[in-house]
């Protein structure tokens, strides 16, 4: 199939694209990289009559630290960010993250903040987002609000922006330990695919190797990723012994609301979230550990 007729505008400025989204209605779609809109267009399940491309926009092309954050701006290429040895070492989960994210002609074109209002409950940067806490940085031409990942995956394929609004920025923030360590893992049918089930940890160790933060999500085996805060909470204090986080992922599953489907069925995704859940917590401790104390 091919794509429904549609108008075509390139801006050169967060305020031109604003000023089309609330003239075109929801009926107008921002372009950044396309990877996951313009399949949608040809098999028809979006027939936008409006795009709008933003790649043009230079300041949504930035990536920096700023204190403790990281920020990057909507259309920032995947395989830039990939390859960014600063924000590798300043949040490296998204790197860990993106190497599962489909292959190398994908990331080369698309964006960070495409992935992330797409919104697929599969997908990784959303993952890693919802888990770490990132904010994201909505404009409209009514003005400026930041949403926490929490308020912004509302449902599959659904976030909170506003019909009227661009995401300009995504603030990922910095945990500053020395003996900081991540992990990401999922099981999908091929790699580059979307994940059946996925999971990522963050954890920080203390000089005695006992635990002082750490963060878990899991992605796949609900309508949006979800950040298992309690379970955290619930380690937070221990070594991370084998034991303690075999019993602390046993909750994994109130968490959780899995659908059965030609991949997997919902127990075959509470199975995989509990497994993937405690490997990766597993290898972020064993990362962590690497790390002499000073």
Known sequence: MKAATFEYARVDSVEHACRLLDERGPEAKLLAGGQSLVPMMAMRLARPSWLIDVNAVAELRTSYQRGDLWVTGATVRQVDIERDAAAARAVPLIRQGLHWVGHVQTKNRGTVG??????????????????????????????????????FFVAPMVT???????????????????????????????????????????????????????????????????????????????????????????????????????HASAAYRLHLARTLGARVLRAARASALAIPAH
């Open 160 to 262: 909170a922006t506003e019909p009227d609004e661009c995401l300009t920025e995504v603030h990922w923030p910095i945990w500053r330990g020395e003996r900081t360590g991540s992990a990401f893992d999922e099981i999908s049918i091929r790699h580059g695919d979307y994940a059946i089930v996925a999971a990522c940890a963050q954890v920080e160790l203390d000089r005695a190797g006992r635990c002082v933060k750490l963060a878990l999500g899991v992605g796949g085996a609900s309508g949006t990723p979800v950040a298992m805060d309690d379970i955290a909470d619930q380690l937070v204090g221990t070594a991370l012994e084998d034991a303690a986080i075999e019993q602390a992922v046993q909750a994994v599953a109130r968490h959780l609301d899995p659908a059965s489907d030609v």
């Open 114 to 151: 495409g992935s992330l209002v797409h919104a697929d409950p599969s997908a990784e940067l959303p993952l890693v987002a919802q888990t770490l806490g990132a904010q994201f940085v909505l404009r409209s031409s009514r003005g400026v609000r930041t949403l926490d990942a929490s308020e």
